[in-house]
């Protein structure tokens, strides 16, 4: 899992209420990367980073929203329009959007709604 | 559109043998491709890319894998197969263009047999 830290590893949430997911890199890497991974479904593309102050919708942004203030930190917010948001959720980064970085991954956090 | 097929959910090998995971891609122009491991809730270790020159990659933890660019595949290998091997492996496929990103396959769960 190197240098990335997601936290909580669980978390719970009643329908209807927003929850922010953390994710901490300290690999000096430009670009971070939210994924969504769901039961032989693979991992899906949520929200990427290639800069600081700067993020770009992936494949199925639609109820989340990201920030990226620092270079280090790239937390995911899950809101209430997320229809069906109980999911294993990876933060990933590398050095730079470049097809040839190689993505590193942290733990996840595995998600509940109640 | 590139696309990642793992045309096997499932793959079982008994201790010692060789085992292969195989993996197809379809992408525009030259690709870069990738192997990840999955233990049960944790993130994707890394394992092995391609990026250009020898056909013959070699990873971590004793996999490799051959590019075959006529056949478009990227097939996990290794000689002799350990029971901690067994895990879930995911192919990647990476375009050539800055700022593109990553589009994973669905996984093939390896389980290998004492």
């Known amino acids: 899992d190197g240098g990335i830290t997601q936290s909580p590893k669980y978390l719970f949430r009643k329908e209807g209420q927003n929850v922010t997911l953390s994710c901490e890199q300290n690999?000096?890497?430009?670009?971070m990367y939210w994924y969504r991974q769901d039961p032989g479904q693979g991992l899906r593309l949520i929200y990427y980073s290639q800069i600081v102050n700067d993020f770009q919708k992936g494949d199925i942004a639609e109820g989340y929203s990201v920030s990226r203030e620092k270079k280090e930190s790239f937390p995911l917010t899950v809101t209430s329009a997320q229809k069906n948001p109980t999911a294993f959720y990876l933060c990933?980064?590398?050095?730079?959007?470049?097809?040839?970085?190689?993505?590193?991954f942290g733990p996840g956090t595995r998600l509940t709604v109640l | 559109a590139q696309s990642v097929a793992q045309p096997e959910d499932q793959v079982n090998v008994a201790e010692g043998n060789p085992l292969t995971v195989k993996c197809t891609y379809s992408v525009s122009g030259n690709p870069y491709l990738f192997w990840y491991v999955q233990y049960p809730n944790r993130g994707l270790q890394f394992l092995l890319k391609y990026i250009t020159g020898d056909n013959l990659v070699k990873g971590s933890y004793g996999f490799e894998a051959e590019f075959n660019k006529s056949q478009t595949s990227f097939h996990l290998k290794k000689p002799s197969a350990l029971v901690s091997d067994s895990a879930l492996y995911f192919c990647?496929?990476?375009?050539?263009?800055?700022?593109?990103?990553?589009?994973f396959g669905p996984g093939t769960r390896l389980s290998v047999l004492p």
């Open positions: 990647a496929v990476s375009p050539n263009n800055y700022g593109q990103n990553f589009v």
């Open positions: 690999l000096n890497h430009d670009a």
């Open positions: 990933a980064s590398s050095r730079a959007p470049r097809g040839t970085d190689t993505q590193y």
